[in-house]
């Protein structure tokens, strides 16, 4: 557990490489020993350990702080379907090149007040977003561009309840 926690800080630092060599090391080890579904943390006969859900959400670059939300992928590329996982919602955040970014809920509720989004292109902050299919006017949030990255600060906390999605699009 401790050592893809250490993995996850190393891909959230962006030193993706790096954490995904720790990934490797770590399964190759256990795959080795035939202990692929019996870590042995805990005594042993442990699934697999907790912090490895750390992993999926730091290639994402998720961020989380009281309705603030931060996706700032670590991937090569410029088309994704990413999981994440919150607390309270999970989903996919999904992207395109040149088609902005869709962020589904699968299960549960997921409320935004603030978002951010690396790695995607938007000019003096102008976008189009789209919440539970609607098109959300303009003095229903500011825009800008903070650090490379889009920030979208909402004027209502938008929530998202399963089976629905916010679509940003430049």
């Not at 938007?122 to 003095?139: N, P």
């Amino acid at each position: 557990g401790v050592e893809l926690g250490f993995a996850s800080l190393l891909i959230y630092e962006g030193m993706v490489k790096e954490g995904l060599k720790v990934v490797k090391d770590v399964d190759d080890r256990y795959r080795k020993a035939g202990l692929y579904f019996d870590h042995q943390e805990f005594g042993g006969h442990y699934f697999r350990p907790m912090s490895a859900w750390a992993i999926l959400n730091a290639m994402l670059g998720l961020g989380i702080n009281d309705g603030a939300l931060e996706f700032s992928p670590r991937l090569p590329g410029k088309n994704h379907k990413l999981f994440y996982a919150t607390g309270t919602a999970t989903g996919h955040y999904i992207t395109k090149a040149g088609k902005g970014v869709t962020i589904t809920v699968e299960q549960g509720e997921l409320a935004i007040r603030k978002l951010t989004l690396g790695g995607i292109a938007a000019k003096g902050g102008k976008v189009t977003v789209k919440a539970a299919g609607k098109v959300l006017k303009g003095e229903a949030y500011s825009a800008a561009v903070a650090d490379g990255k889009l920030v979208l600060n909402f004027a209502d906390e938008v929530k998202l309840p399963a089976g629905k999605e916010l679509a940003v699009g430049s």
